[in-house]
Structure formats: C-alpha cells, structure tokens
C-alpha cells in the first residue's frame, strides 16, 4: 500500500509568483485535504476535494485553489505569492463512503515552501 | 468549532506511562475526540479517536471523562520515537452533515519530551 506523497520536497519563490504543488492519495482514498502549517503553529485547514469538488475551505483567500482528477490525486496553487505563505504545506487523503467519512487522515510529509 | 485545551509541553522518562491531558469544556453530543501526534520534519500521524468509551488500540489508549468535558491519552511505555507534538482535536461526526467531512482543527499541541 503506498502512502500519501507530496512533491516537490521544498520550493523557493519570490513574492508575487504562482506556485504549484502536487499530493498523490493513499490507495483507495477518494477524499485529499490541504493544510497550512506555519513555524511553530498547528496545521491549518486550507480546504478539502472530494468527487473533484471543493467540498469545505477554511479561512484563506481565493488566491488558494486546488483541484482533484479522477484519479483522485490533487493540486494546490497558490497565486501572488505573498511573505506569510511561507510555511510547510501537508495534503492529507481519506477514504469516504456513502455520504460518512472514515475518520482516520493519513498526511504525507508536506512542500517546505519559502517566499523570499 | 469546538476548542480544546492542552498544556504546551510534557516531559517523560522512557519506558514510563505518560498522561496527556486535553479539556474541550465546549464540546457537542455529535463531537468525537481525535489525537494526532506530529513527529519531527513529519506529517501528523493518527493516534486514536473516541466519542464516550475509553478506547485502546496497538498505540495508546484513550480516557475519555464522563461528562465528556475532558480526555487524556496515555502512551503505556514511552519511547524515545514517541518524542513529538501531540494534538487533540474535536470533529463532526461523520453523520453529523456539514461541509467539512476531512477538517481538522488543530491547535497549538503538547510537546512531549522523552528522556533516555
């Protein structure tokens, strides 16, 4: 059974760039959920895809999107890149089933992301 | 959504039991009671989850206070892999509706410091 991975492992950008970044589900997970950990900080929900549908988001701005494909793998990208995007980004999958989530998330190791 | 209450940080000796205590005085009926731990340069990892029984699984076990106001993980025997940031987290059951299915609300965890 393979695991949640992210790519690419850390990434450099500069203020007002776009970036891009990739998870890759656990076998059998239709559910991925992107989340924003600061240094220091407790991660912070960003949003979740389900059925290639934003299904949920937390308290970011637009300029965050995510997309799922059939394959159930997913994209976050980040537009205009500011100072304060400047953390560890974790996509987390699960499996959901007849409208009832299983509860367990499994997390991938996260894109250590740097705006300079 | 419903928060919860953790000291910043613990320290154990290895092979000794540890209590992590959590207070979610706030908490719902529908509300279940996760922990995740967040190993270092790791992505959080499940631990255990409960709605009103104490649970035991291969990793801790889960005390969960009568009237559900407060919870406390133990880890039986510590271990120096057991060394990490500890959180505990209230979610919507899964049949409870909503548009969240997969979030997550962390806060700022416990740090568990494990002594050889």
């Known amino acids: 059974e393979t695991g949640v991975t992210q790519s690419p492992t850390h990434l450099i950008k500069t203020r007002g760039q776009q970036v891009t970044l990739r998870c890759s589900s656990q076998s059998g997970h239709n559910t991925v959920s992107w989340y924003q950990q600061a240094l220091g900080q407790g991660p912070q929900f960003i949003f979740q895809y389900y059925r290639e549908e934003e299904n949920g988001r937390g308290n970011f701005p637009p300029r965050f999107s995510g997309l799922q494909f059939p394959n159930y793998s997913s994209e976050l990208n980040v537009n205009a890149l500011e100072l304060d995007d400047s953390a560890l980004y974790l996509c987390?999958?699960?499996?959901?089933?007849?409208?009832?989530?299983?509860?367990?998330?499994?997390f991938g190791p996260g894109t250590r992301l740097t705006v300079l | 959504d419903a928060k919860t209450t953790q000291p910043n940080s613990m320290e154990s000796n290895e092979e000794e039991p540890v209590h992590l205590p959590c207070n979610h005085s706030t908490i719902s009926g529908t509300d279940y009671i996760h922990w995740y731990r967040q190993l270092p340069s790791q992505g959080p990892e499940y631990v255990i989850h409960g709605l009103t029984s104490n649970v035991n699984n291969r990793m801790a076990s889960l005390a969960i206070a009568e009237d559900r106001k407060s919870s406390t993980l133990i880890l039986h025997r510590a271990t120096l892999r057991d060394a990490a940031v500890y959180y505990c987290i209230l979610r919507d059951a899964p049949w409870a509706g909503g548009t969240s299915y997969g979030k997550l609300t962390f806060g700022q965890g416990t740090i568990l410091t494990v002594h050889p």
């Open positions: 987390a999958s699960s499996r959901r089933q007849g409208g009832a989530s299983y509860n367990e998330q499994f």
